[in-house]
């Protein structure tokens, strides 16, 4: 019965995988402008974050669209097609679930940000637009 539930979604997510990225596509928003001088600033910020996904998650999805819109340099780790970032992910958060932000702070402490929701919430209170780049 095990087998038959993976290969059941596994169709399934060759299925919906592809209208879902073609909506990602064309739905993506164009990302903000900043001078050269602040885009470096945010970049180097962004530096610390590595976002671990699944290409045809929902959720991973949006999470890839707020990026976009910020106009941020993030590392996308796929956690399904890469054994080392799925396993990094499962040690540092002790499950694999994606979207899931991973945050270096200063002298090597790491946080695990999960639910795209509050990855998004963070994101744009981090790197939100100033008033004076509106």
Same mark, same amino acid.
């Given at each position: 019965?095990?087998?038959?539930?993976?290969y059941?979604?596994?169709?399934? +997510?060759l299925?919906?995988?592809?209208?879902?990225?073609?909506?990602?596509?064309?739905t993506?928003?164009?990302?903000v402008? +900043?001078?050269?001088e602040?885009?470096e600033?945010?970049?180097? *910020?962004?530096?610390?974050?590595?976002?671990?996904?699944f290409r045809? =998650?929902p959720? =991973?999805i949006?999470?890839?669209?707020?990026?976009?819109?910020?106009?941020?340099?993030i590392?996308?780790?796929?956690? +399904?097609?890469?054994? *080392?970032? +799925?396993?990094?992910?499962?040690?540092?958060?002790?499950?694999?679930?994606?979207? =899931?932000?991973?945050i270096e702070?200063?002298?090597?402490?790491?946080v695990?940000m999960?639910?795209?929701?509050?990855?998004?919430?963070?994101?744009?209170?981090?790197?939100?637009?100033?008033?004076?780049e509106?």
């Open positions: 019965m095990k087998i038959v539930i993976r059941f979604f596994k169709t399934l +997510r299925l919906i995988g592809p209208p879902l990225l073609l909506g990602e596509w064309l993506t928003p164009r990302g402008v +900043r001078t050269p602040a885009q600033k945010v970049n180097a *910020e962004t530096a610390k974050l590595a976002l671990y996904q045809t =998650c959720f =991973c949006k999470v890839r669209k707020e990026i976009k819109r910020y106009s941020l340099e590392e996308l780790r796929d956690a +399904r097609g890469n054994a *080392e970032h +799925r396993q990094a992910l499962k040690q540092g958060l002790g499950k694999i679930q994606v979207p =899931c932000l991973r702070k200063g002298e090597g402490e790491v695990w999960e639910e795209s929701a509050a990855i998004n919430r963070y994101l744009q209170q981090r790197f939100g637009l100033l008033e004076e509106k």
